[in-house]
């Protein structure tokens, strides 16, 4: 087949479809979302009926999957980093099940955090449950992967976990393409027990899965992914993970004189490393995000083995590597004759004209300085952007439904006026169980539910709770006289004031939804409709 | 032959359009491309880019390294200032002439015009200004494109002309035809600054 333009995500999403794909669950988060949105617009997944519907959150998404891959189909779980902190309940304890059809969790790291508020590297979750991890270093490569995972999953009996960074992620090249393969049959586990884990079970699984450890680390060293390279200049080896090897390979397109190891797939290839360390009088380690392969090899290797990589300085401890920063771990200078002139500003993100977020921002920050002592937690969307000039309006940002339970907590404390502002979808994803929290303790909070309709910050895919967020609050028990709703407007500026005012006043749990739609979101379907 | 091209710009105003024409046109003539570029929150207002690579031998960095860019593509003048440390020693800016300022510190539209005249090769012109001219506001980015042809090394206007027809192809004729009278006009601005 001829080569098709993909972004890394895209690429992952057509092999998935093209591996016999039943199902992909997964919640948006950059840099994993063009992944199912792909499979969503995909003629072929409408043809084969694959499930791609947004999930509420990562853990719905990761269990579903694990429920599908219990009949027998091939399921693929997709997220950022962060959400694998959302899902590791279920993700670790899939690692204990073990598959019935292919499953493949897909996690998008964000070294350097474009998008993100840390940079954690989803490969020590991979080691934490104990199964196999594949990092691909290309668009072709992260396809081929993928085309065969499920597969390697079914053999294995094991997910699989595929990790990928922003680099990646978004970065176009031309793939080609494979043959499509059939969807699985309906098929149910042999082992009656296998997904029953009492600790009776478990301990058996577990004792299974650390025996099949030595599967998976033959497995690593006979993959084609894991390439070794000899090289003439024995005073270095380089062992370069994922796209750690390209960003080498770019500082020596001549060639390079020393041995290489590219890593691709993990648990790491013991004896291919200790042979390297033996035959070399140093190791350097170049991966992206934290040094998950730097730590191991001290455990691995004769403590005489000299390691260079994140630890030791040869590469900065931190941020996404780049041809520039592995070109200085050899010595080479950087190329730059030109410097950034002075005049140039920074240029942050910020929330859109028309945002209703801005609207809600102006009325909330002019009730709450009458008081002394207020604090807004916020949270993860595009409303965090309210950090920023000219609002200055949260003091917290730390994860998906953090803000509810943060101003519960803070009340607790003593703290008031206590207010949270969290969006329909991180609401819906992680914010209604914190609720319930407050409700039972009738915590004196306010909760503004700034509500878009949309999840907007990662290109606007349907948020769970729309048209239904009134409900979820008096169902979980938000006095019917405390939920109030109102069009956040300038016109409506003195009516959604006074509301404010009268929530903090109110001494108990309070909910204001503005309710406005993503003006990104709002435009889209206004093109749409004048095409039909 | 290998050309590395970084564009910017602001949030919206459709470099990522710039990128995927070039990217069409060097993918059809059998060469090898890489194209990285920005999504989520840094594409609210904020400054973006894009790293694109192109080359007839296979590329392994997505990222372009500093001091390596042959042309800097920018549909805003500060914005292309930002990305001086990746452009070469004898590579252009072709930029917008015309500001965004989204910012309450944004600095004197002289000043940025100052430095940019300072460069050894540049082309900078009111886009905006051409693109309303002869086609839509909308088409600025595909002005610039065209602005930047004589720049792209292997990748000729025939070549852009064919991505535009591939890209824009299913928004209809119309749409072609506004754009590649953009794509001309861009191309004329550049050819009389020669």
New interface residues.
């Given amino acids: 087949m001829s ?1 098709q ?1 993909l972004l890394g995500d895209e690429a992952i999403a057509q092999a998935a479809i093209d591996a016999g794909l039943s199902g992909v669950y997964a919640y948006p988060g ?2 994993s ?2 992944i199912t949105e792909y499979i969503q617009a995909s003629a072929e997944a409408k043809e084969r009926n694959i499930h791609s519907r947004w999930c509420t959150n990562e853990k719905t998404a990761m269990e579903a999957a694990l429920g599908m891959s219990f009949v027998g189909k091939r399921a693929l779980v997709c997220m950022k980093h962060v959400g694998m902190n959302v899902c590791a309940d279920a993700f670790v304890n899939a690692g204990m099940t073990g598959v019935n059809g292919g499953l493949v969790v897909l996690a998008a790291d964000d070294p350097s955090m ?2 993100s508020q840390n940079e954690q590297d989803s490969r020590f979750y991979g080691k934490f449950a104990m199964i196999p991890i594949f990092e691909p270093s290309s668009q072709q490569e992260a396809y081929d992967m993928m085309y065969d995972a499920f597969e390697f999953s079914e053999r294995m009996g094991e997910p699989v976990l595929l990790r990928v960074v922003t ?2 992620a ?5 793939v080609v393409r494979k043959a499509m393969k059939p969807q699985n049959e309906i098929s149910f586990p042999k082992d009656p027990k296998q997904f029953i884990l009492l600790p009776a079970n478990a301990r058996v699984r577990n004792r299974n899965l650390i025996e099949a450890q030595k599967t998976f680390i033959a497995e690593s060293a006979s993959s084609t992914y894991n390439k070794f390279a000899e090289g003439s200049d024995k005073s270095l080896g380089v062992i370069a993970c994922g ?1 750690g ?3 080498l ?2 500082n020596f ?1 001549e060639g390079i004189p020393y041995p290489v190891l590219k890593i691709s797939q993990y648990p790491l290839p013991v004896d291919q490393i200790r042979a390297m360390a033996a035959a070399c009088d140093a190791l350097l380690v170049i991966e992206d995000g934290q040094p998950f392969v730097e730590e191991q090899l001290t455990g691995l290797l004769e403590p005489s083995v000299k390691i260079k990589g994140r630890l030791d300085g040869t590469l900065p401890r931190d941020g996404e590597l ?3 920063n592995v ?1 200085l771990a050899f010595g080479f200078k ?8 002075s ?10 004209q028309g945002c209703s977020h801005r609207d809600v921002y102006e009325a909330l920050n002019e009730v709450v300085r009458e008081y002394a002592d207020y604090k807004v937690f916020s949270d993860i969307g ?1 409303y965090t ?1 309210g950090a920023m ?2 609002f200055r309006a949260i003091h917290s940002c730390v994860d998906m439904g953090a803000s509810i339970t943060m101003a519960k907590g803070a009340a607790d404390g003593g703290l008031f006026p206590s207010v949270a502002v969290i969006g329909d979808s991180t609401f819906t994803h992680s914010g209604m169980t914190g609720l319930l929290d407050c409700i039972n303790e009738k915590s004196n909070v306010l909760i503004i539910i700034s509500d878009n309709e949309t999840t907007a ?3 606007g895919q349907d948020s769970a709770g729309t048209g239904k967020i009134e409900s979820i609050c008096l169902g979980l028990g938000v006095e019917p006289e405390h939920l109030r709703v109102i069009i956040p407007l300038k016109k409506n500026y003195e009516e959604m004031k006074s509301m404010i005012r009268e929530e903090i006043n109110y001494n108990g749990v309070s909910v204001i939804v503005p309710r406005r739609e993503c003006i990104q979101t709002a435009a889209k379907h206004k093109k749409q409709a004048a095409k039909q | 032959m290998k050309i590395d091209i970084i564009l910017c710009g ?2 919206g105003q459709g470099i990522l359009s710039i990128a ?1 024409v070039i ?2 046109a060097a ?1 059809k003539n059998g060469l ?16 973006v880019q894009s ?1 694109l690579r192109i080359s007839d031998k296979p ?10 860019a042959d042309v800097v593509i920018s549909l805003e003048p ?2 292309a ?2 990305y ?6 004898e590579g252009t800016i072709v930029t917008n002439s015309a500001t965004f300022e ?7 539209k002289e ?2 015009l100052s ?1 940019i005249e300072k ?1 050894p090769s540049k082309v900078i012109f009111d886009v905006d200004q051409v693109a309303k001219e002869v086609a839509s506001a909308r088409a600025a980015n595909i002005v610039l494109l065209g602005a930047s042809i004589p720049f792209l090394g292997g990748i000729s206007y025939d070549m852009v002309q064919q991505g535009i027809r591939d890209i824009f192809g299913r928004k209809g004729e119309a749409v072609v035809e506004m754009n590649l009278k953009a794509l001309a006009a861009g191309k004329a601005v550049a050819d009389g600054m020669k």
């Fill in positions: 080569k333009l950059t840099p979302t063009e474009h998008s680099r990646l978004h970065s176009r090249a031309g796209i090897y390209n960003y390979m770019e397109r780049t041809p520039d070109g950087s190329k730059s004759t030109f410097t950034i002139p005049v140039v500003q920074m240029r942050p993100p910020a929330l859109c595009c952007l000039a000219p910050m990662t290109g | 602001v949030g995927s990217a069409e993918l090898y491309m890489k194209q990285a570029e920005v999504h989520g929150m840094s594409q609210r207002g904020g400054d790293n590329i392994y960095s997505d990222l372009i390294p500093k001091g390596e500060m914005e200032l930002r001086l440390p990746y452009l070469s020693k989204n910012i309450p510190d944004y600095p004197q000043e940025i430095q460069m």
